[in-house]
């Protein structure tokens, strides 16, 4: 099993925490590195990799399913977001105007650590370099109107990612959920994911190649709700921390 640590990715290069002690990362993240002098805790984060894909997976707990009326899928359902979308822990999510309703969805991302290409299940989670947290911000009215993802999931600003990446978790039982203004409205665990990560990434690189530092993220749980301005919203995931985003209208 990979040793559990803490990546942050800061201004000044990736920061490592082993054991509450804070070293910058040396080397190249997804090859060699080792740690090396010891820095103070990060203050300012970006978003942790910024990949080359974002792959959903929509409906992927039966609770949200049933809260969005729709039967459980026979298999993963996919969608692209644009790498574009993402932001940094602390970035506002913009409201665009004129779209209505505008949801949160709380996510555990999968971040892939070498190129994965037609893997087994058997396989599959030695491609994964860590974990971090994602909010699926989704346009739903859009999505209804649409009747496909790409603009209702695609506008600047819609992926938060981060705190960081948390390397040797095991994502059998994870604890997820989603916090507005301080107060849960998801909470759940990876042990309801319909496809579990094993599936979802042997599934995925059978269509498209899986690149370090893409992203896979894996479906949101029940209690999604919409967003507005002013508000601020927490994707907590056990193991690696809260990934905390304030929200404002475009203007
Ligand atoms: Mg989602």
């Given at each position: 099993?990979?040793?559990?640590?803490?990546?942050?990715?800061?201004?000044?290069?990736?920061?490592?925490?082993?054991?509450?002690?804070y070293?910058?990362l040396?080397g190249?993240?997804?090859?060699?590195?080792?740690?090396?002098?010891?820095v103070?805790a990060?203050?300012?984060?970006?978003?942790?990799?910024?990949?080359?894909?974002i792959?959903?997976?929509?409906?992927?707990?039966?609770?949200?399913?049933?809260?969005?009326?729709?039967?459980l899928?026979?298999?993963?359902?996919?969608?692209?977001?644009?790498?574009s979308?993402?932001?940094?822990?602390?970035?506002?999510?913009?409201?665009p105007?004129?779209?209505?309703?505008?949801?949160?969805?709380?996510e555990?991302?999968?971040?892939?650590?070498?190129?994965a290409t037609?893997?087994?299940?058997a396989?599959?989670l030695?491609?994964?370099?860590?974990?971090?947290?994602?909010?699926?911000?989704?346009?739903?009215?859009?999505?209804?109107?649409?009747?496909?993802?790409?603009?209702?999931?695609?506008?600047?600003?819609?992926?938060?990612?981060?705190?960081?990446?948390?390397?040797?978790?095991?994502?059998?039982?994870?604890?997820?959920?989603?916090?507005?203004?301080?107060?849960?409205?998801?909470?759940?665990?990876?042990?309801?994911?319909?496809?579990?990560?094993?599936?979802?990434?042997a599934?995925?690189s059978?269509i498209?190649?899986?690149?370090?530092?893409?992203?896979?993220?894996?479906?949101?749980?029940?209690?999604?709700?919409?967003?507005?301005?002013?508000d601020?919203?927490?994707?907590?995931?056990?193991?690696?921390?809260?990934?905390?985003?304030?929200?404002r209208?475009?203007?």
């Amino acid at each position: 099993m990979t040793t559990m640590r803490r990546i942050f990715r800061t201004p000044a290069g990736y920061v490592v925490d082993a054991d509450g002690v804070y070293r910058t990362l040396e080397g190249d993240l997804f090859g060699e590195w080792h740690a090396g002098a010891e820095v103070p805790a990060p203050t300012t984060l970006l978003a942790p990799v910024m990949p080359s894909k974002i792959v959903c997976i929509g409906l992927n707990y039966k609770d949200h399913a049933a809260e969005q009326g729709k039967p459980l899928p026979a298999e993963p359902l996919l969608f692209l977001k644009p790498s574009s979308a993402i932001i940094a822990p602390g970035e506002a999510i913009v409201l665009p105007a004129g779209v209505g309703r505008v949801d949160y969805e709380s996510e555990v991302a999968v971040v892939i650590g070498r190129r994965a290409t037609k893997v087994s299940e058997a396989d599959a989670l030695s491609y994964v370099f860590g974990l971090t947290c994602m909010n699926d911000v989704t346009a739903r009215d859009l999505q209804k109107k649409d009747g496909r993802y790409t603009r209702a999931k695609g506008f600047d600003t819609f992926a938060p990612l981060g705190p960081c990446i948390a390397t040797g978790l095991s994502t059998d039982d994870l604890a997820v959920s989603g916090l507005l203004n301080g107060e849960v409205r998801q909470q759940s665990s990876t042990r309801e994911l319909i496809f579990p990560v094993a599936t979802l990434i042997a599934y995925i690189s059978r269509i498209m190649t899986l690149l370090p530092g893409d992203i896979v993220s894996t479906g949101t749980p029940a209690g999604i709700g919409p967003l507005q301005a002013g508000d601020e919203i927490v994707v907590r995931v056990q193991g690696i921390g809260e990934l905390r985003n304030p929200v404002r209208s475009d203007s």
